[in-house]
């Protein structure tokens, strides 16, 4: 499968607790993008990435939030001491500059902070 | 600042009966628009896109959307529905003068095809 694949799907985690999600986007693109839905919501912005330059980070992302994109490949989304308002749904997509101006869509991790 | 509403949370059509999904948009400059469909526990997946020229897009699927400048429209459409087509419809837009990533997202439209 050459699309976007994300880990886990599913994390359930107590409040207060560390998690960290990846995201594998397709290959070459240079392009990645951190989104969180919630039930009921469209996709919300939290950050993008051009190669391993973090370029842009939305208010919702606190510093509990954070990404990285060391190699220019794959990235990954701690957040840092979950409150139940963290539980969402944690998308990844990807595309590149070069020939694209749509976005694909990971299948997402599904995030339950108990 | 862009923004983009999908005025109606719901919308229930017969299988074979043609589909339409609204969605009205605003930016301050022109738009790039977008149609995706959201499947249960699963991702989103691109539909179609206005960047520029004909107003009437074709998609994946069988859809296809009419970018209305006047009236800041791009709404689905779709000339005989099939059950598979029940899932969350999103539409997405971002300013093109913007260099940013920023595309928002409306909060989506649930369409339910019987048959």
């Known amino acids: 499968d050459t699309g976007v694949s994300q880990d886990p799907r599913h994390k359930i985690t107590k409040r207060g607790q560390n998690v960290t999600f990846r995201c594998d986007p397709i290959?070459?693109?240079?392009?990645l993008y951190w989104y969180r839905q919630t039930l009921g919501q469209g996709p919300e912005f939290l950050t993008y990435?051009?190669?391993?330059?973090?370029?842009?980070k939305s208010r919702l992302l606190s510093d509990r939030f954070s990404a990285e994109r060391p190699k220019g490949s794959f990235s990954t989304l701690e957040i840092q001491r979950t409150e139940q308002g963290d539980s969402a749904m944690y998308l990844c997509?990807?595309?590149?500059?070069?020939?694209?101006?749509?976005?694909?869509f990971g299948p997402g991790t599904r995030l339950t902070v108990t | 600042a862009q923004s983009v509403a999908q005025p109606e949370d719901q919308v229930n059509v017969a299988e074979g009966n043609p589909l339409t999904v609204k969605c009205t948009y605003s930016?301050?400059?022109?738009?790039?628009l977008f149609w995706y469909v959201q499947y249960p526990n699963r991702g989103l997946q691109f539909l179609l896109k206005?960047?520029?020229?004909?107003?009437l897009v074709k998609g994946s699927y069988g859809f296809e959307a009419e970018f209305n400048k006047s009236q800041t429209s791009f709404h689905l459409k779709k000339p005989s529905a099939l059950v598979s087509d029940s899932a969350l419809y999103f539409c997405?837009?971002?300013?093109?003068?913007?260099?940013?990533?920023?595309?928002?997202f409306g909060a989506g439209t649930r369409l339910t095809v019987k048959p």
């Open positions: 997509a990807s595309r590149s500059i070069r020939d694209s101006y749509e976005q694909y």
């Open positions: 290959s070459e693109h240079n392009r």
């Open positions: 990435f051009q190669n391993e330059a973090q370029l842009e």
């Open positions: 930016v301050s400059g022109n738009p790039y």
């Open positions: 206005y960047i520029t020229g004909d107003n």
């Open positions: 997405a837009v971002r300013d093109r003068g913007n260099n940013n990533n920023d595309m928002r």
